[in-house]
């Protein structure tokens, strides 16, 4: 007898569709049979210099303890996050990734009753985990491929639970400084949690930028969500935290799995945490990326959108897709976000010079060969 079993699984699950990552390197050799050395990826929004060097001695010097359960409580990488941002170790929960910290958000704070509030062209990740649990997702409709934080606070119902904030936002880039962000708090209903999805604050430089933990005291029902993937470098090991009052992370910690984050993960991240140089050099080189390529759009007349991240959306036109194949055939992979509802856009993650100097003359090549570089 032949059973469905998609029509077993829980009714916010049966309509999902899987997340889909950046192309890996491999995939592409294999499919287009192309030598993976000469294949670039600026898909994922990866830390282009490689792993710190502290990271990875770390690393080698935990690899003889593989056959032990990691600390399920992190209390090093806990005590190092608490020096640096100047928080209670109290206030943290680890994560396998951020990813699974927001999953966990939301586990605890909404169900089937629930309603959960997040940007157009936000992370994949919110309406996702929303569905899941069988949540109603409120999408608001964006300004300017970015929240409007206005629009936010107004749909906000009874039933809301959750609002989701990514600052800077992934795909689109976009960023609301200190002044933006502490009023659309003001006026967030204290029964309702806010998370600050912060994964790419490392990046942010200049006057008016809000670091979310500062805001804190001032807001019991904001969570702040960060990540080791982009600037940190440390996308592979999966390690992620948020920071929020010692009554929500006790809430989240009894659902937070055990031995979420390895021992491998925990060290990295600790000695990351001091390595201030690679820091300093990380953004450093995004910041000369993004102005590389964002002087190559100018003079190829494409419009982007300006971002505040480590990555870039640009529109290449009505034939988005042909482009983006074109630009794998030539063994350069980035990331095309017609799932996020931006079909003409192509997301470019900012790689070293060489990289970004093998983008640009790639993507020169697809839109002269393309005949939908039109309008």
């Not at 059973?3 to 592409?28: C, F, M, N, T």
């Not at 009052?245 to 993960?265: C, E, K, Y």
């Not at 990555?311 to 194949?325: M, R, T």
Request: with cysteine; aromatic share 8%.
């Amino acid at each position: 007898m032949s059973i469905d079993y998609q029509s077993l699984a829980v009714k916010g699950v049966q309509a999902l569709s899987p997340y889909q990552p950046g192309k890996p390197i491999d995939e592409l050799a294999r499919e287009l049979g192309l030598k993976p050395d000469n294949i670039i990826k600026l898909a994922s929004n990866e830390n282009p210099l490689g792993p710190s060097p502290k990271a990875l001695a770390a690393v080698k010097g935990a690899l003889d303890e593989l056959c032990r359960y990691p600390d399920g409580n992190g209390f090093d990488l806990k005590q190092a996050l608490s020096a640096r941002y100047g928080v209670a170790p109290a206030q943290i929960t680890l994560g396998n990734g951020s990813n699974d910290v927001l999953e966990v958000i939301t586990r605890c704070f909404a169900d089937a009753s629930s309603e959960v509030v997040f940007s157009q062209y936000a992370f994949a990740v919110y309406p996702l985990v929303t569905q899941a649990i069988g949540a109603k997702g409120v999408s608001v409709p964006a300004r300017d491929y970015g929240h409007d934080l206005n629009a936010m606070v107004e749909a906000i119902t009874d039933r809301t639970a959750l609002v989701f904030v990514a600052n800077p936002n992934n795909p689109t880039g976009t960023v609301h400084g200190a002044e933006a962000i502490e009023s659309f708090l003001a006026r967030i209903p204290p029964r309702v949690l806010v998370v600050l999805d912060e994964a790419y604050c490392e990046y942010l430089q200049g006057e008016g930028y809000v670091d979310g933990l500062s805001l804190l005291k001032r807001y019991p029902n904001l969570i702040v969500t960060r990540t080791f993937s982009k600037a940190w470098g440390l996308a592979s090991l999966r390690a992620g935290y948020s920071v929020s009052s010692p009554d929500i992370a006790n809430v989240l910690n009894r659902v937070r799995q055990p031995f979420n984050v390895d021992s491998l993960a925990l060290v990295a991240a600790t000695a990351v945490l001091s390595d201030e140089d690679y820091l300093r050099r990380s953004c450093e080189v995004n910041a000369a990326g993004m102005k590389q390529l964002e002087s190559a759009f100018n003079e190829m007349g494409l419009e982007y959108i300006p971002s505040a991240g480590n990555f870039i959306a640009v529109d290449v036109g009505d034939q988005a897709a042909d482009i983006n194949q074109s630009l794998l055939e030539q063994g350069v992979i980035v990331r095309p976000i017609g799932g996020y509802g931006l079909p003409r856009h192509l997301r470019v993650s900012i790689g070293l010079p060489e990289e970004n100097a093998r983008f640009i003359e790639a993507l020169a090549h697809a839109l002269d060969t393309s005949s939908g570089r039109g309008e």
